[in-house]
Nanobody, 115 residues
Framework: LRLVESGGGLVQPGQSLTLSCTAS????????VGWFRQAPGKEPEGVSC????????YYLDSVKGRFTISRGNAKNTVYLQMDSLKPDDTAVYYC?????????WGQGTQVTVSS
């Protein structure tokens, strides 16, 4: 089981990015999926998550109203739409799913917000 994040990059403050978390060889439909980030010199923090039935979502206070988590129609992808990006959003972003064998993490994608 493998997760791959993509969509990171270098953007200016106020711009947008859409991150993708894609599962290889399995569907994400039955899993809650979370996005985390870690900035240099800081502890990791949970940014957003969506439960398996899409009825419950969570957002870190500092991203509420700017980030949106959603599931793709292909059932093996979860997106994190990030609008109005700020320099404080600069970090490596990871997606994660909980499994009975332990959490599965992707390799991360770098998001840099700088003018």
């Amino acid at each position: 089981l493998r997760l791959v994040e993509s969509g990171g990059g270098l953007v200016q403050p106020g711009q947008s990015l859409t991150l993708s978390c894609t599962a290889s060889e399995f569907s994400l439909d039955l899993f809650a999926v979370g996005w985390f980030r870690q900035a240099p010199g800081k502890e990791p923090e949970g940014v957003s998550c969506i439960n398996s039935n899409e009825l419950t979502t969570y957002y870190l206070d500092s991203v509420k109203g700017r980030f949106t988590i959603s599931r793709g129609n292909a059932k093996n992808t979860v997106y994190l739409q990030m609008d109005s990006l700020k320099p404080d959003d600069t970090a490596v972003y990871y997606c994660n799913i909980p499994t009975t064998a332990g959490p599965i993490w992707g390799q991360g994608t770098q998001v840099t917000v700088s003018s």
